[in-house]
């Protein structure tokens, strides 16, 4: 059972945005506000997209955008495209790196 | 640029012991820790711990059966796992995070390392 709880699959048609939730608790989601966000394709490395609740690196489409609100972060895919079908992990940090148990992401 | 490099793909037997490497490049080893995280088949993500120069930081769940070390003259970072078993098959990557003070933003990857555990 992951620390942090992502829905496992959420989808959604080309040109729709669709949000991944991920909930924790007061010690790591709800205090430090750091969660990150990690896309990966199949047999492929996770890929940084969001840090520090809300920032990019460079290089990735601002199509991609995160949030927060207590304990629930939130990643928020706009314009949604084929290459988006992945899964997409969050992360948080208390001590120990915590990660969600990940959510796939399927575009109709 | 920033590079992580890993070891090849083991196969193991219940009950021995797994090292892999992960060979940094582009930039100043001992300025950086490296974690190490895994995925067992069709699995999720999972942190193992988190070694630098200067210190260690293990999951509580790997206490006791994970050793993580660097050699700064080969700027190499190793994770040795011992005690195997089978629901330790999985792919294991190194991470490097975006900048020194990241907690989670980990930016560079290796790319991963197979290990088999089966008798």
């Known amino acids: 059972q992951s620390a942090l709880i992502q829905p496992a699959s959420v989808s959604g048609s080309p040109g729709q945005s669709i949000t991944i939730s991920c909930t924790g608790a007061?010690?790591?989601?709800?205090?430090?506000?750091?969660v990150s966000w990690y896309q990966q394709h199949p047999d492929k490395a996770p890929k940084l997209i969001i840090y520090?609740?809300?920032n990019r690196p460079s290089g990735v489409s601002n199509r991609f955008s995160g949030s927060a609100s207590g304990n629930t972060a939130s990643l928020t895919i706009s314009g949604l495209q084929a290459e988006d079908e992945a899964d997409y992990y969050c992360?948080?940090?208390?001590?120990?790196?915590?990660f969600g148990g990940g959510t796939k992401v399927t575009v109709l | 640029q920033v590079r992580l490099v890993q070891s090849g793909a083991e196969m193991k037997k219940p009950g021995a012991s797994v090292k892999v490497s992960c060979q940094a490049s582009?930039?100043?080893?001992?300025?950086?820790?490296i974690s190490w995280i895994r995925q067992a088949p069709g699995q999720g993500l999972e942190w193992l711990g988190w070694?630098?120069?200067?210190?260690?930081n293990y999951a509580w769940k790997f206490q006791g059966r994970v050793t993580m070390t660097t050699d700064k003259s080969t700027d190499t970072a190793y994770m040795e796992l011992r005690s195997l078993r089978s629901d330790d098959t999985a792919v294991y990557y190194c991470?490097?995070?975006?900048?020194?003070?990241?907690?989670?933003?980990?930016?560079?990857w290796g790319q991963g390392t197979l290990v088999t555990v089966s008798s």
């Open positions: 070694s630098s120069t200067h210190n260690t």
């Open positions: 520090e609740g809300t």
């Open positions: 991470a490097r995070q975006r900048y020194y003070y990241d907690n989670n933003a980990y930016l560079y």
């Open positions: 582009g930039y100043t080893f001992g300025s950086y820790g």
């Open positions: 992360c948080s940090y208390a001590g120990r790196l915590l």
């Open positions: 007061s010690s790591d989601v709800g205090s430090y506000n750091l």
